[in-house]
C-alpha cells in the first residue's frame, strides 16, 4: 500500500471495507498509516456516507477518483491538505474505498489514481478472503462443489465420471442440483457464480 501511495505522490493511505460496521472499534479498516484518532473520528462519517448513497450513485462512483473535504472537527496531520481522495472499489461482493491525504496545495494526477484504484482492487483480492459466505453456498455438498470445480476446469460429464468413478448420470444429477441451488441456468452460469464465491 505504501508504494502505491508513493506512486501517485500522496502521503497516507487507508484502505476500509463496507461489509463491516462503521464503528468506534475501526474493524472496518484494512490497512492505514493515517492517524488513530482521525480514523475513528471519521468512522462515523463513512457510516453515514455510505447508508445516503444510492445503488445507482454507488455503481457510478466505482473506480472514479472523488475529492472531499474533512469536517472542521478533525484534525489533519502538519502539511497534509484538509482535502482527501477516494476511490471505491469491489473485491467480489465486498465494496472497499481507498483514501489518500496528499500534501497542502499538490493536485493528484486523475489517470495514476485510477491506476492506484485497480492496483488496490487487485492486491485486496489477492490478500483478503471474504468473511462471510452466501447462505446458498453452504447447501452445496462437498460432491458437487467437486462437480464445479472440473467443469470450470473445462471437463465434460464424461471426464468428470472417469476423474471420480461414478457414472455420468450422477455427474449430471450433481450438476443440475448446482444449477438449481445458485439459480443459474447453464453451466457457464454455474462457474462464474462459483468463481464470484471464491469456490473456484
Known sequence: MKALTQ???ASHYLLVRH???????????LASDWPFD???????ALGSANCRMSDLDRSNCLMQPVFSQF?????????????????????????????LLFPEHYILS??????????????ASVCCKPSVRQDRESELTDREVECLYWIAEGKT???IAVILGISRNTIN?????????TATKTRSEAIAWAVRNNLV
Open 173 to 181: 444429477n450433481y450438476i443440475t442440483s448446482v444449477m438449481r441451488k
Open 157 to 159: 460429464s464424461d471426464e
Open 110 to 123: 486523475q489517470s495514476n489514481l485510477r491506476d492506484v484504484g485497480l492496483l488496490a482492487g487487485y492486491l
Open 7 to 9: 506512486y501517485v505522490s
Open 19 to 29: 461489509d463491516m460496521s462503521f464503528s468506534a472499534d475501526i474493524g472496518f479498516v
Open 38 to 44: 482521525m480514523v475513528r473520528s471519521l468512522a462515523a
Open 71 to 99: 469536517c472542521d472537527d478533525v484534525a489533519a496531520p502538519s502539511g497534509v491538505s484538509r482535502e482527501y481522495c477516494t476511490i471505491t472499489f469491489n473485491v467480489g461482493r465486498v465494496r472497499m474505498t481507498l483514501m
